[in-house]
């Protein structure tokens, strides 16, 4: 397996190599190796550390490409077509063991991100800042935290129960929060998810009041963390929690009140007319992408074997005599009877472009062409859309008011009407506030297939989890519902219980 970060254990060893990026993305400085005592002794280490963590994010063992993986493909809209285990059949089925690759990495990936941040922290608290000064290094601590909070609501969405089953009572993952170096500082008991949520909050909070307002590149506005980024975030992690009242304010600082949509302060988020455009290379800095994982050719700086979105979803180039035209390795098709069979998804709607038909008769499969890029996979990969934002607070205003809200139906019709222009709604449309929720959630898996956030939605409204193919349905007292935790966790970690 490909590591583009420097090996440790999973007990936490300091990494302080630099991952490869593009430097127009990250201005890196080149891929080094330094000693603890010296690694934030001048300006360009500290940087080059900073920059380390976003490196870390994008692996493609978590946010560059198995973590969104694995939130659609636990859903009900695709269908697996190879039973590999290393690319996520048992995460398909819903029957993941603590030794499956997909448990075991996504947690040590995750960690090994959240422990890069401690690292940095630590580092920065002990004389970073004073090297940067202090207005630099409020930034870059600011975006330390933003990434490491990030990963801990990540971790949430897989390995402990959703917020609502009991209020965040049950078990969550460990808090780290200062760095690990060496062996022995393991053992830690678990948090629970909701002490979790407020680390996660806390971590975001901090980010948005530290954070500068704006980059001066749109490389930079999608691919480093401002103080939009922040709150964008806390529109999602709100909307997990189902504190619908946190999500209305959150969004209320970068959502206008009425259409055209737009943030009012700071980089200016806006939709896209054309949904395409968001995908296609080389657009993936408009305003619609809040934050993305960007991916190059350079060496070391896109997703690595089997990581990547387009090898997932894409058909491959041929099946049998026919030219597909896809560039990936077909791992995953459309389920027939999945959202793609919603007759509410219109045949004229622009976002049926990202869908490809293969073969004829009963030999038809259909295929996500939304990531386009041929090997070496350089599509960014999308974290948080304008979109998203818009259809958290069109959620959230219809829960918070018990009303079919007029600003709810307005935000689901500029998401809607963008690809769909056949499409208006009117509160005349839904008979209940609870029909503009169910049209609110159909959009959401419309507009965000093959972006992640499908077992997010599953989890945070404890809703089973469809049969598709052969795979069952899980409830969510059923085993398998959340992931077991990492084997490798439960050896190191003494204090830690299992799911």
């Not at 407020?198 to 506005?221: C, G, M, R, W």
């Not at 030219?323 to 999945?338: A, D, H, R």
């Not at 969510?476 to 490798?488: E, F, M």
Request: proline share 5%; net charge neutral; glycine share 8%.
């Amino acid at each position: 397996m490909r590591h583009t970060l420097l090996t440790a254990t999973l007990s936490g060893a300091l990494l302080l190599g630099v991952s490869a990026c593009d430097r127009e993305l990250l201005t890196p400085i080149p891929q080094t190796s330094v000693s603890d005592a010296s690694s934030f002794s001048t300006t360009t280490r500290v940087q080059g550390q900073l920059l380390s963590l976003y490196g870390a994010l994008k692996d493609g063992n978590f946010y560059g490409g198995r973590y969104v993986v694995y939130g659609d493909i636990r859903g009900e809209h695709f269908i697996n077509e190879t039973s590999n285990l290393v690319t996520g059949a048992d995460v398909w089925n819903l029957n993941a063991t603590n030794s499956a690759t997909a448990v075991q990495n996504l947690w040590y990936y995750a960690y090994l991100t959240i422990n890069k941040c401690n690292i940095f922290l630590d580092g920065m608290a002990a004389g970073g800042t004073k090297v940067v000064g202090d207005d630099a290094g409020a930034k870059y601590i600011a975006e330390a935290k933003l990434i490491r909070g990030l990963s801990y609501y990540s971790l949430l969405q897989y390995y402990a129960r959703p917020y609502a089953d009991g209020n965040g009572a049950k078990p969550g993952v460990p808090l780290r929060l200062n760095g690990i170096k060496g062996t022995g500082q393991s053992n830690l008991a678990r948090n629970t998810v909701a002490e979790v949520y407020t680390q996660v909050l806390k971590d975001l909070n901090e980010a948005e009041a530290a954070l500068p307002a704006s980059y001066a590149t749109a490389n930079d506005n999608t691919t480093r963390a401002h103080k939009n980024t922040a709150i964008a975030l806390k529109t999602r992690v709100y909307l997990s929690m189902q504190d619908y009242a946190n999500v209305v304010t959150e969004a209320n600082k970068i959502v206008s009140a009425t259409a055209p949509f737009t943030a009012p302060t700071g980089v200016k988020f806006a939709l896209q007319p054309d949904i395409t455009t968001v995908f296609t290379a080389p657009n993936y800095n408009t305003a619609e992408s809040i934050f993305s994982m960007p991916m190059t050719t350079t060496a070391g700086d896109f997703p690595g074997t089997q990581n990547q979105l387009a090898y997932y979803y894409s058909p491959p180039a041929k099946i049998g005599t026919e030219v597909t035209g896809g560039v990936g390795n077909g791992e995953y098709s459309l389920n027939p009877n999945g959202i793609i069979a919603n007759p509410n998804w219109t045949a004229t709607d622009k976002r049926r472009s990202f869908i490809k038909q293969t073969g004829t008769g009963t030999a038809v499969k259909n295929w996500l062409i939304k990531y386009k890029q041929p090997s070496p996979f350089t599509d960014w990969v999308p974290v948080i859309r304008y979109a998203e934002v818009m259809l958290n607070l069109a959620e959230a205003k219809a829960r918070t008011t018990n009303s079919v809200d007029p600003q709810a139906v307005a935000l689901l019709n500029a998401v809607r009407n963008r690809s769909d222009a056949a499409t208006t709604y009117t509160a005349a449309s839904f008979a209940t506030p609870a029909a503009l929720i169910n049209a609110i959630l159909l959009e959401r898996q419309i507009e965000f297939l093959g972006e992640g956030l499908r077992n997010n939605d599953l989890m945070r409204l404890l809703q089973t989890i469809p049969a598709k193919g052969s795979a069952p349905s899980k409830g969510p007292n059923d085993s398998g519902y959340i992931w077991p935790i990492s084997a490798t966790e439960l050896s190191l970690n003494t204090l830690a219980t299992d799911n």
